[in-house]
């Protein structure tokens, strides 16, 4: 049972806390759910209930995350190192490229400035400071987003 809303909220990068903690319940739910129409005690927890709970440990302890869905706190750290290095390593040599910046004038300084912060889930960051309002950022946060570690 795939839920693309809840992919698309856990992929956010900015939650509130109470964004946070609904998502851990909700997918808390899930898990409980899931556990009632099972067919069989010996079932393993689904592969998109384990994706769900990994998600929440970039907001969450696995920790908490383990205690609140009622899982193995090995077994989801486990899982966890492994998503993380399956998508750490790219399948293949991947070139990276540079986007090329129109210099700025020095002087005089436009009276616009944009100050942005990015993070991707892999924990690379990306700071622009720039008094120059027609930079191509379009083209800069999409190379940083698609580019992987």
Known sequence: MY??????LMKTTTRTP???EHQLTHVA???DHWRQ???TPAEPIPPYLWEQAIA???TFSITRVATRLRVSGEELKQRCASHHAARSAPASPVALGFVDMPAAPVWPLP????EMELQRPDG???RIA???AQLPLTALVRTFLETPA
């Open 130 to 132: 720039a008094h120059e």
């Open 37 to 39: 129409t099972r067919t």
């Open 3 to 8: 839920t693309p809303h809840l992919e698309a």
């Open 18 to 20: 109470a964004q946070a």
């Open 124 to 126: 690379a960051r990306l």
């Open 111 to 114: 009276t616009s400035a944009i």
């Open 56 to 58: 929440l440990t970039t």
């Open 29 to 31: 739910d899930r898990f």
